[in-house]
């Protein structure tokens, strides 16, 4: 299921604002060249790579070889270069053949538990 943001969420629209890695197609104007990866917004990205103008790659948090430490222990990695991790990964997994919906849950719960166990002892 598909969840809307307000247009007006600040979270929403930070997240969107997060740069991904797109591989352009086609000449996007002269600061994205044809056959180049930039960096870009996701919400860019995410317009562009609806007239499959740009084709948007993993970032680097959401490739196999940082999710092999996630897996390790979720709890000791950290994920402050991304404050929004989890909508980031949410809205790549929609735009994806990857499905980071697993690996996500995942961190989230064992990040969680960590966090309410430290509260609590």
């Not at 993993?58 to 390790?72: G, Q, V």
Request: charged share 25%.
């Amino acid at each position: 299921k598909q969840t809307t943001m307000s247009y007006y969420d600040l979270d929403a629209i930070l997240a969107d604002e997060e740069l991904v890695p797109a591989l352009c197609n086609v000449d996007v104007g002269s600061q994205y060249p044809r056959d180049t990866t930039q960096e870009m917004p996701l919400w860019l990205a995410k317009s562009l790579a609806r007239d499959g103008s740009v084709t948007i790659q993993l970032p680097k948090a959401y490739r196999e070889k940082f999710t092999s430490h996630i897996k390790a222990d979720a709890a000791a990695v950290s994920l402050h270069h991304s404050p929004y991790y989890y909508e980031v990964g949410r809205q790549l997994g929609t735009l994806q053949e990857a499905d980071l919906t697993p690996i996500l849950v995942d961190t989230f719960q064992v990040r969680f538990l960590r966090i309410i166990d430290d509260a609590l002892n």
